[in-house]
């Protein structure tokens, strides 16, 4: 009985000690060595695809606080000012958000807190070592492409451009399977419906395909807006006729 009691205190102190209520979000910043009075802006996307602010606070004691409402999941991205670069993540509805603020390269600034940011990092870390192969190539013949321009050699132009071309095409293919076998084992994330959003951008895409991995999505996911936007999406190209077979002239 006693254990019960104490099991059931240790659940009211982590509700209680939860500073995101439902219908809220919660981002909580590190941000050392970055002035007190510093802005930091919280911004999304509107549905013209422009930036709009949402929150803007102040850097206190190398720490900052946002909360406010939320409807649904979505990306948004903080920019603080002076850095070159905003931080992107995603905001989710009764989740706190944990953001340390790297001052010295943004781009390696940490975000972690919850399952969809977790995901994210994994997943663009991933990303990131498929694209490596193409990334090398060109920081290490730049130099050999711009000697070539310079003196007009074309048939060291073109080998260069066959061999990028080349590695392009394998890094594209690579991505690609990445992208659908995410898509296909993560029914839980937010990115699984980003990347069925731009599958579906594709002609190529399976539709039958498409449709059986948005029903396995978790059904929070299938009703953000990107999840509305693909579920419209496969319904408009479910309804459009098949074209006809070509051949069978008159006779």
């Known amino acids: 009985m ?3 009691i104490l099991l059931l205190s240790a659940a009211l102190v982590v509700v209680a000690c939860s ?31 422009m930036l709009v602010a949402k929150d803007t606070v102040k850097v206190e004691n190398g720490k900052f606080e946002m909360k406010g409402k939320i409807s649904e999941t979505a990306f948004y991205s903080i920019k603080l000012e002076g850095a070159q670069a905003p931080i992107a993540f995603i ?28 995901e994210y990092v994994k997943f663009t870390e991933e990303l990131a070592k498929i694209q490596k192969k193409l990334v090398d190539f060109q920081t290490k013949n730049t130099p050999a492409m711009q000697a070539a321009q310079q003196t007009k050699d074309t048939v060291a132009i073109t080998k260069l451009m066959q061999e990028f071309g080349k590695i392009q095409q394998e890094v594209g293919e690579a991505s690609k399977a990445k992208y659908l076998t995410y898509a296909e084992t993560h029914p839980k994330s937010f990115i699984s419906v980003l ?33 509305k936007a693909v579920k419209e999406a496969l319904a408009k190209m479910k309804s459009v006729p098949a074209a006809p077979a070509m051949g069978g002239g008159a006779k």
């Open 91 to 118: 905001l989710e509805e009764g989740e706190e958000v944990t953001i340390e603020v790297n001052k010295d390269s943004i781009q390696k600034s940490k975000v972690s807190g919850t399952y969809n940011n977790d």
């Open 195 to 227: 990347i069925l959003q731009g599958m579906l951008n594709d002609p190529s895409t399976d539709v039958k395909k498409a449709e059986a991995m948005f029903n396995e999505l978790e059904e929070k996911i299938q009703n953000t807006k990107p999840g």
């Open 2 to 4: 006693k254990k019960i």
């Open 19 to 49: 500073k995101a209520g439902k219908g809220e979000y919660m981002i909580s910043g590190t941000a050392k060595g970055i002035e007190n009075g510093k802005t930091v802006i919280l911004e999304t996307q509107d549905e013209t695809g």
